[in-house]
């Protein structure tokens, strides 16, 4: 059974949600239930032209419809007057509610997976949420301490060291350790969720040129080599620090299994350039299992119904595949 949060309502993610379960293959390997709003969904199936059951649950234990959107209306918010594509604070609360609810849900055992669509982090505000994204509301609501975002796609998976902050903040917060952590957590996720015995990490350098010998900036020398050795010595294959403009492209080409970025977009532009609509986000290091899609809220085609269910589809196919994993990750 999996977890599947609306995100923010005013977004693409209620009419995602309503695409991609209207089609037969996630049912085909789980049960999903939606942690939103039954009003928002059902106009998100009006929009598309989409005649799927809603059933409005209190909890699971009513037991599910497998014919049909089963739904836990799970925030106290009003969204009667609900519209899309515009920030709103009480769609900024929801999307806290709906997160909230699949995190307990998760812990309790009630659910096997979450899988969220997008939210707004002006939202987050709006909401008096002191948190950047997902990612670390994930970790600090489930007590993990050593955690990583990883998006994978058929070709190419990366795991970013610094997360949701500007450019100045990830150079000031990169460090070796920051480093060999996300890469044990890189290779933890290989071996165990993605069944890869053996796992080649490369190790992007942050610099032009890698740094060119120090020419460039010496963040690799001082930084990025001394993590790559720690990682060796405990007998992980891992190169780098890798020229930036080269790596990517020898990861898709299937001389590395992933690439560990040192900042956000060095890893997510290459990445979502190349897979499109097929990757999907996986938060490693919690004690639950989280995918999610690898896009925003796109208040831009949201409530036109373009907004492609690839990656939402995606995220619950490999959320149900984790989910009989043999081993769960934790902090390395």
């Known amino acids: 059974m999996i977890a599947v949060t609306m995100g923010d309502p005013a977004g693409v993610g209620p009419e995602v949600i309503f695409k991609a ?8 390997v789980c049960t999903p239930v939606v942690l939103g709003d039954p009003l928002v ?22 037991g599910l419809d497998s014919q049909g959107l089963n739904v836990i209306r799970a925030t106290p918010e009003d969204l009667a007057d609900h519209q899309w594509g515009k920030l709103d604070a009480k769609c900024g609360r929801a999307q806290v509610d709906f997160l909230r609810k699949a995190v307990d849900m998760a812990l309790a055992g009630e659910v096997q997976a979450v899988v969220t669509a997008p939210i707004h982090k002006v ?61 044990l ?13 053996s796992p080649r990490l490369a190790v992007a350098g942050l610099n ?32 780098g620090p890798m020229v930036p403009d080269a790596v ?4 898709a080409d299937g001389l590395f299994d992933v690439v560990v970025a040192m900042y956000h977009d060095q890893g997510l532009i290459p990445l979502k350039l190349l897979e499109r609509d097929q990757a999907v986000n996986v938060t490693l290091g919690l004690p639950i299992i989280r995918t999610s899609v690898d ?31 043999p081993k769960a990750l934790g902090a390395p």
């Open 185 to 197: 957590l890189a290779y933890r996720a290989l071996k165990d969720w993605f069944a890869v015995p």
């Open 248 to 251: 990517f492209r020898m990861a």
């Open 208 to 239: 032009p040129h890698a740094g060119d010998q120090g020419l460039f900036g010496d963040e690799e020398e001082r930084i990025i080599a001394p993590a790559v050795r720690l990682l060796r010595q405990e007998g992980i294959q891992a190169d």
């Open 123 to 183: 939202g987050l505000k709006m909401a008096g949420v002191d948190f950047p994204g997902h990612t670390e509301m994930l970790a600090a609501w489930t007590g993990a301490q050593s955690f990583a975002m990883m998006l994978a796609g058929k070709r190419l998976r990366v795991v970013p060291v610094t997360l949701h902050c500007s450019l100045k903040q990830a150079l000031e917060r990169l460090s070796t350790a920051g480093i060999r952590e996300a890469a």
């Open 295 to 325: 896009h925003g809220t796109a208040y831009d085609i949201a409530g036109t119904g373009k907004a492609s269910e690839g990656s939402l589809l995606e995220a619950l196919m490999l959320a149900a595949r984790l989910a009989q994993a």
């Open 21 to 28: 379960l209207a089609r037969p293959e996630p049912w085909e």
């Open 41 to 62: 969904l059902e106009r998100a199936g009006k929009l598309l032209g989409k005649k799927l059951p809603i059933r409005t649950l209190d909890s699971t234990a009513e």
